[in-house]
Nanobody, 115 residues
């Protein structure tokens, strides 16, 4: 049974930083491309960043330069470090694990950027 558990969300002021964590269980982590997606109210879920088992990264243009994705294979955990946060970064952030043909999602963690 694959489980993804996100943590680290919360309320942060504009310009602040957060680090989200996603702990994976069920034996998939070492073989899966891990990713972070987000969904703002009234909008579709969108890709933020992904990282392959070998460490290759994709970061979406709207957050490039402000976001870092990393993984700790020993801890089965993927991280998303977000800096210079903007109100438009407010969303539920979801962890994702992909190993064809399977895709798994976490339950999401709320990030709110507001003064």
């Amino acid at each position: 049974q694959v489980q993804l558990v996100e943590s680290g969300g919360g309320l942060v002021e504009p310009g602040g930083s957060l680090t989200l964590s996603c702990a994976a269980s069920g034996g998939i982590f070492s073989y899966a491309t891990m990713g972070w997606y987000r969904q703002a109210p009234g909008k579709q879920r969108e890709l933020v960043a992904t990282i392959t088992p070998g460490g290759s990264k994709v970061i979406t243009a709207s957050v490039k330069g402000r976001v870092t994705i990393s993984r700790d294979n020993a801890k089965n955990t993927v991280y998303l470090r977000m800096n210079s946060l903007k109100p438009e970064d407010t969303a539920v952030y979801y962890c994702n694990a992909q190993r064809d043909p399977s895709i798994y999602w976490g339950q999401g963690t709320q990030v709110t950027v507001s003064s």
